[in-house]
């Protein structure tokens, strides 16, 4: 059956739940969404900004809603996901964390884990909320649906299409294999932008000469230390051995770039960096 057929409901109506309700509507996938938060006031800032077309109970979208997405903090889902699963009927239910293998350990052995897609459009801003929803989130981006074999064929097939009807493209990952990848690219980078700022903070107690004096390339770098704390405390936390790992050799790196100042090696650092620059033939 075509995704176009069926009624899609979405819970967590914040940048990734309230920017696929926008890109769904807009690419013709569904012309009404039902959403769901449990913060009453992105409920009707969501209806407001018309991006989903009513509001309901979780109960609600299970009776009207054929695909149900979850789109909300890893820690709440470790408690909405089994909830969610014990209610189903014959609806596909994906859900959108950014941690995999804990949520995915809790209903390995649900008797309707065959319904659960589980998916990370790799994609986001440092925003949250329903007003930081935006249209194209997804264009190119990567989805990856982790421990695809557990999932119904069908529910993994209209999931697919689903992502890629908004943009991406998807691949297929263990979830194990997941989250430490996701500590490699995406939560070290979050770890490194808030440490930056806790420096700059701590060391330039004047505010105003670093607002005038913050080039591009500290904007950038430290854009994501404004990223909420609500939603990356538990994908640190439930994602610790992998983040772990990874900032062992982040300080480690930290801690050679520091002997190389201190004895004034050039050679040394020049070589560091060198071998740095391999990532542009990687990421362009």
């Not at 936390?237 to 002997?259: A, G, P, R, S």
Request: hydrophobic share 40%; glycine share 6%; aromatic share 6%.
């Amino acid at each position: 059956m075509s995704i176009d057929t069926k009624k899609i409901g979405i819970i967590g109506l914040g940048l990734i739940g309230g920017s696929l309700a926008k890109d769904l509507k807009s690419r013709g996938v569904t012309d009404h969404l039902i959403g769901h938060d449990r913060d009453h006031e992105h409920q009707a800032r969501a209806l407001q900004l018309n991006i989903v077309q009513e509001i309901g109970s979780l109960e609600t979208l299970l009776k009207e809603a054929e695909i149900i997405i979850l789109a909300v903090p890893v820690n709440a889902l470790t408690e909405l996901l089994p909830k969610v699963l014990d209610q189903v009927e014959n609806h596909i239910v994906i859900e959108v964390g950014s941690t995999k293998k804990k949520l995915l350990d809790l209903v390995r052995g649900h008797p309707k884990r065959q319904h659960l897609v589980s998916m990370h459009p790799m994609a986001g801003t440092e925003f949250t909320g329903p007003d930081a929803a935006i249209y194209h989130l997804f264009d190119r981006k990567c989805c990856v649906i982790c421990d695809a074999g557990d999932s119904n064929e069908e529910c993994r097939k209209t999931a697919r299409q689903l992502f890629e009807r908004v943009g991406m493209y998807v691949i297929e990952m263990e979830s194990s294999d997941h989250d430490l990848h996701a500590a490699y690219v995406s939560h070290i980078s979050h770890v490194t932008s808030f440490a930056l700022a806790q420096t700059v903070l701590e060391k330039e107690k004047n505010e105003s000469r670093i607002f005038e004096m913050a080039s591009g390339g500290f904007s950038s770098t430290v854009r994501l230390a404004k990223s909420a704390p609500s939603m990356w405390t538990p994908i640190f936390l439930q994602n610790k051995e992998n983040v772990l790992d990874v900032l062992d050799e982040h300080i480690h790196q930290l801690m050679y770039f520091k002997e190389c100042l201190e004895t004034d090696n050039q050679e040394a650092l020049y070589r560091w960096m060198t071998d740095a620059n391999q990532i542009k033939k990687i990421i362009k």
